[in-house]
């Protein structure tokens, strides 16, 4: 399939011919569904912890004698019925992140591309070479493009001027081809490829 190429002034700049093994396949939500949740489970620190009544201070001691106070009979006051005892099946540290096959997130990250092309929402342009870091001047050329929420993705380095510019820009994120995922490339509204994305991300997932 063939597709527009345009530059940051919004003015065509020729044609590019896309993989339809690529970026023309079925839009499968459940595939996409479980890629996402593996790359959000891999970011989980897993650090929480809460301390049960063998790991609360104190309470070695008897509270009140067993009886004559009228009230029930404790044992100790590290319970979890008592005010600052030990917490009953809290969470304890561990691993969130389980296995897919490279198959799978590879077939993924080709349906997250497919599903951006197939909405209209993927667009191509020749680079993101700014002669200067200007926010403001990056702001003129998002307004015409009409981009809002957009990932940015260039080639196998993002070009300098464009990411300062891009840096203080609600809602616009740039990565290398190599960064490029399925969280992001869903998240964001827009996804805009350079030419030079377009080759390695097609190189890269034959």
Same mark, same amino acid.
Not at 39 to 51: I, P, V
Not at 60 to 67: A, L, V
Not at 115 to 120: P, V
Not at 163 to 172: E, M, V
């Given at each position: 399939m063939k597709l527009d190429v345009i530059s940051l002034e919004n003015k065509k700049a020729g044609s590019v011919e896309l993989d339809e093994s690529i970026f023309g396949l079925e839009v499968r939500s459940d595939l996409l569904a479980r890629y996402v949740n593996w *790359? +959000?489970?891999?970011?989980? #620190? !897993? %650090? @929480? #912890? %809460?301390? =049960?009544r063998s790991d609360v201070?104190? !309470?070695?001691?008897?509270?009140?004698? *067993?009886?004559? %106070? =009228?009230s029930a009979r404790q044992g100790t006051s590290r319970s979890p019925k008592h005010r600052g005892g030990g917490i009953v099946f809290g969470p304890q540290p561990r691993a969130y992140? @389980? *296995? +897919? %096959?490279?198959?799978?997130?590879?077939? /993924?990250l080709k349906t997250a591309l497919s599903?951006? *092309?197939?909405? !209209?929402k993927l667009v191509i342009v020749d680079n993101t070479e700014m002669k200067a870091p200007k926010t403001s001047e990056l702001n003129k050329l998002l307004a015409s493009l009409g981009w809002g929420s957009a990932l940015v993705i260039d080639g196998a380095q993002v070009n300098k001027n464009f /990411? +300062?510019? /891009? !840096?203080? &820009? &609600? =809602?616009?994120d740039v990565l290398p081809t190599q960064g490029a995922n399925v969280y992001d490339i869903l998240r964001h509204d827009t996804l805009v490829l350079t030419q030079d994305a377009v080759v390695q991300l097609q190189e890269r997932l034959k």
């Open positions: *790359q +959000l489970a891999k970011r989980r #620190a !897993g %650090t @929480h #912890a %809460t301390k =049960g201070s104190g !309470g070695g001691k008897k509270p009140f004698k *067993q009886k004559g %106070t =009228g992140d @389980h *296995q +897919l %096959t490279k198959k799978f997130r590879k077939l /993924a599903s951006k *092309q197939a909405s !209209g /990411a +300062l510019a /891009a !840096g203080n &820009i &609600i =809602g616009l």
